[in-house]
Every structure is written in C-alpha cells, then in structure tokens.
C-alpha cells in the first residue's frame, strides 16, 4: 500500500506578553485579563480556528514547547492552490494569527466589542512542499504597533510553527455499507482493491411480532414500521484472500428512550470492534467500542463516541472521539488528539505500535489518526476512509479501522427515529 502525502502544520507553544499591565497587576486582574485573550488562525481555504492565549506574567517564562494550539492538515492540490495568486491579490497565501482582547457581549446595555491586538503573518513558501520537518518560526515576536509615543514596547506573541510530513491511506466503500461493497485504497486516479466488506443481520423468528425489520418500499425508503429494536448487524472486514480480518457487530441494541422513538443519550446503541486473536484461532479480540445516540433540536445531530479497549488502561476503555454528525446530511467521524480534548490520564500511557495500540493514546506523538466521511440518512454513504501511515504497520492494522468506519456509516441509520404504533386498518404511523 501506497500512502498519499499529507503535511501538518501546526501552531503551538502559544503565549501573550504585554510589557507594563500584566507585570504591575494583581494576580485576579492578570486572571481576568489573560482569560479574554483568544486568536484567530486563519489560512486560505480553511475554517478560521479560534484558541485561546495564556498571558506570560514573567519575562523568563516560555510557554510549552510541546503544547499544539491548532493544526491543519495540507494536501498537494491545496499546497498548489496557496502557492498560486489570487484574483484580487499578488501575494501567496499566509497562515495568519490575529490576536484580540475582551470579550462579545453587553455590560449594562452597553455593546462591549473585543480590542484587536495585533496579528502574525507567515507567508506560505516552497519549503512547505519539500516534505520534511521544518520549523517555520520559534520564539517571540512582537505584534501591533509599538507605543512610541509613551515609550513602552506593544505586545508581544509566543508561538511555534512547524511543518511535518503526515502521509495518509485512503480507502473508500465502493458502495453502500448495507450492499457488502468492495474496499479500494485511492491512489490519485487508481483504485486498487484492497478489502470486502460482508454486511449481515441475525435473522428472527417468523412468530416474532417484531420480525418486520428493513424491507425496502418501492422508492427505496426503509419501513420499520412495527420493529421497535434494531440488532444482530454484523460488519465483516476480508482481505483479498477471503480470510477475515476485522468485524464489528452491535452489542447494545439501538431502541428507542422512554417517551420518545427515537434513541437518546440516555441508554445508546453500542457496536463492539473485535479483531482477530493471534492466540486462538477463529477467536476475535476486542479492540473499541462505538457508541452512537440521536440529539434532537432544530436540526437533529447523531453523535458517535469511540472508547478504545486496551488492558494497560485502569477500566479498560480509553476515551478516543467524541463526534456530532449532521443527521441529515452526514458529517465526519474522526480521531485526532489536536482536534480534541481527551479525558487526561492520571499514570502515563504507553508508547503505541500500531492500531492494536494506536499513537493517539501518546500525547507526544499524537495528532491526527483517522477520518471517516458519511452521508446522512436515506443516503447511499461510500465512506471515504483516510488513515495515517505511522499508525498502520500491515494490513490487518488497516481493516480494523474500516470496520469502525462501517460501524459509524450504519449508525446513522440505526439511529433512525422508530415509527409509532400501527393503527388496526391503517398503514399510517402516529
């Protein structure tokens, strides 16, 4: 397998220094005052991230070198797309870090805007396409004007800009998940077959009243109409010899909550991720554990929370992703330690190999770990799959993260609203 380049660019190391107010403040003000302080990073054909920034009190302190702010994730064609200028512009792209102060909102009727401090620009070069580690900017740099007028200095910003090569896989369903589709690895044009995936329920007994389950209408919509649970799917992942290499099957079934028909936070559906046993033959090992609810609102969101299963864990689950999903027109289920705040770990946590113990779980060398995109409910999904290289040492370390991806597509639809009691007479729901 081939992987595609990737780069990550990430900003870190975050800090705020402004000569003569926070040195002669008191310790709430200073509090008070470095809890207003955000930026906004921006660059070219990416949502504009907003982070926080600590104030430095001390002028010998530096912030965490290790901290990472924000980070984006950089393909060739969008490399090519910065590089190249704009309509109205001369200029290359440039990652830009607009510093503010104070916050939105009213203070006794009066509209309270936030203070701009000044912005960093960095502009975007051909050393960012060379594919190896570069640290683009480390230090301090003053940002704003400088008050010459009084003869005091303006503020002053930490950061840490670096660029990493962050190969991926990319893989894509070929079908929907339900029709048992072919698996190919994306390689620019290329699709070269690398998995099958076998889609199957248990079946139920006919005297069952809630045997009616999935039969498709004419205009392709689902009717399950008098079913009131749904259980027993099971994903099997093959590789190109037949032997399968991963699955994963609803453990919880996906009912609907108490007064409501539909399946809320409350009591989830749950798939279990196995894998299988290099000590027993015809055994699977479990490997995470998807749960997945519907949030009902204006628009209606289905979120999927991942724990991964490892031994060295106190509990044995280790919270990975937490992802709210459009219902309606689907979204992106990922893992990715910049992205998201993890539940922090009281002991140290081992030093990962591969999926069976992925590099997410290492604060040091984490970042991004997978992606999964899904359409939303009635829609025929093809899951785009993309993985980092540095989490998949073979095959079998690959298919288990497609069997993830086939539980989070079928989710959507297992968290589909159940239809009322049927009326005697009538084919109408209420």
Known sequence: MDPQ??????????????????????????????????????????????????????????????????????EESDLKAMLAPGCFYNSHACLEIVVFTGRKGSHCGVGIKRQQIGTFKLEVGPEWGQGKPVILFNGWIGIGKNRQESGKPGAELHLRVKLDPDPRYVFQFEDDTKLSPQIVQLQGTIKQPIFSCKFSRDRVSQVDPLSTFWSSSADGTYQDTERRERKGWKVKIHDLSGSAVAAAFITTPFVPSTGCDWVAKSNPGAWLIVRPDACQPESWQPWGKLEAWRERGIRDYICCRFHLLSEGQEGGELLMSEILMNAEKGGEFFIDTDRQVRAAAATPVPSPQSSGDFAALSPVVGGFVMSCRVQGEGKCSKPLVQLAMRHVTCVEDAAIFMALAAAVDLSIEACRPFRRKILRGTRHSW
């Not at 220094?17 to 930026?39: E, M, N, Y």
């Open 5 to 74: 380049a990737f780069i990550r660019l990430s900003i870190g190391s975050l800090g705020l220094r402004i000569p003569g107010k926070p040195l002669t403040a008191a310790k709430s003000d200073i509090h008070a005052f470095s809890s207003s302080c955000v930026c906004e990073i921006r660059l070219r054909g990416f949502p504009v991230q907003t982070t926080s920034i600590p104030l430095i009190s001390s002028p010998e302190t530096n912030p965490d070198s290790h901290s990472i702010a924000s980070s984006f994730y950089l």
